[in-house]
């Protein structure tokens, strides 16, 4: 099975750099998605990542450690409007179906 | 404008009231699933399909029914609602799933969502 850990929440100062960790335990895996979801809103997609490394786009990058299990998501030059729920989902692979499963999630709080 | 429409965004209803959810999206995606959300729990899949005519279980799948005959929608059927399934719906599409063709195909775009509350 799939077993997807974050932190609940997390505050940070505006202008400040924010690491989000995600840990994964699964029976295999075909890719970790990064999605963000504002309040009361539909998640949209942040970040990919397949291979070990560093993703950079703009000022959201996205980390990943296959051997170890392990993502981040750091958010540079926080603004306000990054106050959102951060959501880890991991693909399982096409032996066992394809399926995405989503971790529960870390609401970021961003304070001026 | 691509997008994927969900309706309705809230719903009220009693137990056993049969109801449907719509979903219908404008991208040609073949891929299409849905997700309830609640506290503490995340995003659990309940069904999804693969393509026209094919559907499959999710994580969560009791309780719940779908059907794709058209490649565009994709509605989500409660026979029987029961209070359990009060919670927070997610319609998603892509173009597909699993083909490591990175995130291009595979990243999912979400409906505005369906917040149902059973009595």
């Known amino acids: 099975g799939q077993n997807i850990d974050q932190p609940t929440e997390m505050t940070a100062t505006e202008g400040a750099i924010v690491q989000i960790n995600c840990t994964y335990q699964?029976?295999?895996?075909?890719?970790l998605f990064w999605y963000q979801q504002h309040a009361g809103e539909a998640p949209t997609f942040l970040s990919y990542?397949?291979?070990?490394g560093l993703e950079e786009k703009g000022r959201f990058s996205s980390f990943l450690s296959r051997s170890k299990g392990y993502s981040y998501l750091l958010l540079k030059e926080l603004q306000m409007k990054d106050s959102a729920s951060y959501l880890c989902?991991?693909?399982?692979?096409?032996?066992?179906?394809?399926?995405?499963?989503f971790g529960a999630g870390t609401i970021l709080r961003v304070k001026s | 404008e691509a997008q994927v429409t969900q309706n309705p965004r809230y719903l009220i209803t009693v137990t056993g009231k049969k109801l449907t959810v719509t979903c219908s999206q404008n991208?040609?995606?073949?891929?299409m699933s849905w997700y309830r959300q609640d506290p503490g729990l995340g995003l659990r899949q309940i069904y999804y399909s693969m393509n026209v005519e094919v559907t499959d279980k999710g994580d969560v799948p009791e309780g719940y029914k779908v059907s794709r005959k058209e490649k565009r929608n994709f509605p989500l059927i409660l026979e029987s609602p029961s209070p359990n399934q009060t919670s927070l719906y997610f319609c998603?599409?892509?173009f597909g799933q699993g083909r490591r063709s990175g995130a291009g195909e595979e990243k999912l775009f979400f409906g505005s969502g369906t917040q149902l509350s059973v009595l």
């Open positions: 990542n397949v291979l070990d």
């Open positions: 699964t029976s295999g895996f075909n890719g």
């Open positions: 991208m040609n995606h073949e891929y």
């Open positions: 989902a991991v693909r399982a692979p096409m032996e066992y179906g394809n399926k995405l499963v």
């Open positions: 998603a599409s892509s």
